[in-house]
Structures are given as structure tokens and as C-alpha cells.
């Protein structure tokens, strides 16, 4: 029965569209998001998709509920008892049950945020690498990159990405065992472990037993702050060596990629640079952008373009940052009982956004600037591209960042898509050279985008 019914569906709505006069703004707008949801004898459950139209389910069973069920019975010759259900609510309903679920499992600081998923992630050319490979290690787990390690500066979206791991992994196998932890708490067990081995091999038994044997999946969070001691290094070696080698899934998060761990023996460097590592930069403008739209389609609030553009615009390093500007703009105007305007949101963010404050200039803002001023993305500039204008806006790119910065060449080379010293200093006397030598196009090029970037 519930097979003839799926199958006959589109029928019996067009049915419905045609034989009780339902308008074709009304068929399109409400009948043709109704699927079916459950059959239990006659009882049948329809789920409306709600995610455009919002909550329109009394609405629907008032006006449509005796058509759809007349058209059924007209159709497969089955009289059904029919309720409703909205897709918000079944993925409430979803959501609750899976925490349920995941809380009898065997998982161990598994404080995982529900919010955090890959649908939640905002993909931009700055994280692109990270997400396609946390959506690979979360589909096969310790099968292709392991272990797998993003790094990169605070409120970027290393820990969102690291939780939509484990919840994707949890959400298609609630039996697997995952740890996510950060390295402060991981270190300190380590150390009780080691000292208390002193007396007795229990602490330590217990120790590995809960890392290496009761895990599938193991995350650590911010790993650049774990303690330089010999003793405490070596038993996180043999814990990692021993997950990966056993193909259970590691994944690590840093601020900085494994060789700029000054902290961290040679070997561990090493092991964690035989996975892939993934970094994830400051936001560009379209990321940032998507970011806001995507935070006031949720909460259903209309705010002009140029208001976003004004944000966007003036926090630029830290998604966090970004997310609390418009949480503080949307939460302003409720308070003030007043719609979203430029006044209203340059009034909320006065003591983020202050006009006469001089924008901090780092090379990621050097990247997005240059980008922009020669109409290619900050990708194109990190890339291993070779065009004549790609290569020449890299190479004023990193002239400008030996001028306008502190940073050492390394880390302009590191940030300009991982290029070495010597590489950096050759495309700096390019650039110096063609202004040695008058070259106007450059010299305008430069003197353009000192002023874009530094305007006071």
C-alpha cells in the first residue's frame, strides 16, 4: 500500500491542483511541498517543507486536508487518515532523539555542538581546502587522510569544522566512539598518568586503554599548546603511532602549520605532516558577506545589503567576530523595537566599528586588497597559477607586505601560499627593480593600494 501510494503521488496532487480548483500560485507555493512523510495501516503522516513558506501547517490541514484525502481515495482507492508535520519540527524531533542516542553510546568528552554541521559551514576560498578535506576524513574515517590537520588563526572555524566531524560520523554510525578534547585537558591526563605510574602502572593503563583502545576517532583541539616535556611528548607520540598505525581516525587543530611548532619534537612534526594539512585563512569579502545573509535568513530578518556591506566591510579577520556583530545589530533592534538600519546597526556596533580607528594591516588584509584592486581573488594569489597578471599582482602583493608589515619573509611566504624565503625575496626585487626603474604602471599600482590599504 505505501508503495502504490509513493509512487502515485505526483498524480494525486495534480489531482487535487485540477479538480478543486487550486490555483497555480497555491499548487506551487503549498501542495507541491507536501511528500509523504510515514504510513502506519491508514494512518498517513505528510511533511510539509516549511524551509520557504514557514509555518503553514494549520493553514494547509484547514484548506487541503479533506481534498488530499478525497484525492488519495480517488486515486489508489484508499481511504487514509491524514496529520501533518513541518520539516522544522521533524528535524527537532531528529535532533532530540539523536541526542538521545549519542548520549548511551561510549563517547568520551563528546561535547559536541549540534549547531556545528557541514550545512552550517560557510565554504569560501579561504577554507575550501579544510571543509573538502573534513568531509572526506568524516566519510571514511581513517581510511584516507590520517591523520588530518587544519590550522589557523582564532574564530576562523577550526573547532566548527572539527565538531561537524564527529557529528557527521555520529549521525551515520551512532556506534562509533569518538573523543574530542582539548590539548590542555589531554595533556594534564597525560601528565597525572606518567606521575602516578610512579606507584602503580594503573594510571597509565587507564590512560591508553581510554586513548587507544576505547576510541574509533580521536580530536584535539589547539595542539600547539601541548607541554614541551620529553615524558609527556613521548606518550603522545605512542598514542598517536598507535591510532594511526590501528587506521582510527585523528584529527588535530593548530594555529600554525606542524613545522612552525617550535614546541613539538621533530618526529611529531613529521607524523603529523603525513596526513594532509589544511589551513583555513581570514574570510574574504564573498564569505563574509554569505556568512551575514545566511545568519539573517535564519532569523528571517530583512537588512539591506549595504548594512551587511558596512560590516563585512570593517571586520575582516575573525568570524567570530563577524557572527557577533550581526548577533548584536539583530538583538539591538529588537530591544529598540525598531527595524535594521545603517543608523541603527553603526549605532550598536559603535564600540566595534570606530571610523577613526586605523584598520590593523596584516597580510591577509594585504592579500584581500591586492586581490580586489586587480579584479582576481585572494585563491589566484595563493595558487600556483601562472598568468602575467596573476604573477604580477603576486609579486606587488608581497613587496607590499615587506613594506606595510613587520612579518618575516617566511610568514609572507607561508600566507602567500606556502612559498619559500628565497621565492619572496625574488619577487620583491622584481617589484623593486621595476620602480627603480620608472616603470609607471607599477609604481601607480603601488602607490594605489598604499592608499587603500592605509589611507590615513
Known amino acids: 500500500m505505501e ?15 485540477t ?58 482507492g484508499i481511504h487514509y487518515s491524514i496529520s501533518f508535520i513541518n520539516k522544522t519540527e521533524l528535524q527537532k524531533i531528529d535532533h532530540n532523539n539523536r541526542k538521545e542516542q549519542h548520549s548511551s553510546n561510549q563517547r568520551l568528552y563528546s561535547s559536541f555542538n549540534p ?4 550545512e552550517t559551514f560557510i565554504v569560501g576560498d579561504n577554507n575550501s581546502l579544510a571543509h573538502a578535506a573534513s568531509v572526506r576524513v568524516a566519510e571514511e574515517p581513517g581510511e584516507i587522510y590520517n591523520p588530518l590537520y587544519i590550522y589557523g588563526g582564532a574564530g576562523l572555524g577550526k573547532t566548527h569544522l572539527m565538531h561537524a566531524i564527529a557529528n557527521y560520523i555520529l549521525d551515520h ?80 587543530s593548530s594555529d600554525k602549520k606542524p613545522s612552525m611548532l617550535t614546541t613539538l619534537d621533530d618526529r611529531l612534526k613529521s607524523r603529523f605532516e603525513m596526513g594532509i594539512t589544511a589551513d583555513i585563512k581570514p574570510p574574504t569579502y564573498e564569505t563574509r558577506m554569505a556568512i551575514l545573509r545566511s545568519k539573517i535568513n535564519h ?13 563585512a566591510d570593517n571586520i575582516v579577520s575573525n568570524i567570530r567576530e563577524l557572527q557577533g556583530a550581526i548577533n548584536k545589530v539583530i538583538s539591538y533592534s529588537k530591544l529598540c523595537g525598531e527595524e535594521v538600519t545603517m543608523d541603527l546597526a553603526k549605532e550598536a556596533l559603535a564600540d566595534k566599528i570606530n571610523p577613526n580607528v586605523k584598520h590593523q594591516i596584516t597580510i591577509d588584509y594585504i592579500l584581500e586588497m591586492t586581490a580586489e584592486h586587480f579584479h582576481i581573488t585572494t585563491g589566484d594569489l595563493i595558487s ?23 612579518e618575516p619573509l617566511a610568514e609572507i611566504g607561508d600566507k602567500i601560499g606556502g612559498r619559500d ?19 609607471t604602471d607599477t609604481i601607480k599600482h603601488i602607490d594605489v593600494l598604499k592608499k587603500k590599504i592605509d589611507p590615513n
Not at 503549498?30 to 503553514?56: A, P
Not at 549547531?115 to 557541514?118: A, E, K, N, P, R
Not at 625575496?425 to 627603480?436: A, E, L, V
Request: charged share 30%.
Open 3 to 17: 508503495d502504490n501510494l509513493r509512487s502515485n503521488w505526483e498524480k494525486i496532487l495534480e489531482y487535487m491542483h
Open 115 to 118: 549547531d556545528y554541521t557541514f
Open 173 to 252: 554510525d551512532p556506534t562509533k566512539r569518538v573523543i574530542y578534547v582539548t590539548s590542555e585537558t589531554f595533556t594534564n591526563e597525560i601528565v597525572e598518568a606518567v606521575r602516578g605510574s610512579k606507584s602503580s602502572q594503573q594510571p597509565l593503563k587507564d590512560f591508553r586503554k581510554k586513548y587507544r583502545e576505547n576510541v574509533d576517532v580521536l580530536l584535539i583541539d589547539d595542539i600547539q599548546f601541548i607541554i614541551g616535556k620529553e615524558s609527556t611528548q613521548q606518550e603522545f607520540f605512542f598514542t598517536f603511532q598507535d591510532l594511526t598505525e590501528n587506521k582510527k581516525q585523528v584529527i588535530i
Open 299 to 311: 532569523e528571517h530578518i530583512p537588512v539591506d545589503d549595504s548594512i551587511l556591506d558596512y560590516i
Open 421 to 439: 624565503h628565497s621565492t619572496v625575496i625574488h619577487n620583491i626585487d622584481r617589484i623593486s627593480t621595476k620602480i627603480n626603474e620608472n616603470d
Open 384 to 406: 600556483d597559477k601562472r598568468p602575467k597578471h596573476i604573477a604580477y599582482a603576486r609579486q606587488i602583493c608581497m613587496y607590499l607586505c615587506r613594506e606595510l608589515t613587520q
Open 19 to 76: 479538480n478543486f480548483a487550486i490555483t497555480d500560485v497555491s499548487y506551487r507555493t503549498f501542495i507541491q511541498r507536501l511528500n509523504v512523510h510515514t504510513v502506519e495501516d491508514n494512518k498517513l503522516t505528510v511533511l510539509i517543507d516549511d524551509s520557504k513558506i514557514g509555518d503553514s501547517k494549520d493553514f494547509i490541514e484547514k484548506k487541503y486536508k479533506t481534498f488530499l484525502e478525497v484525492s488519495i481515495e480517488e486515486i489508489i
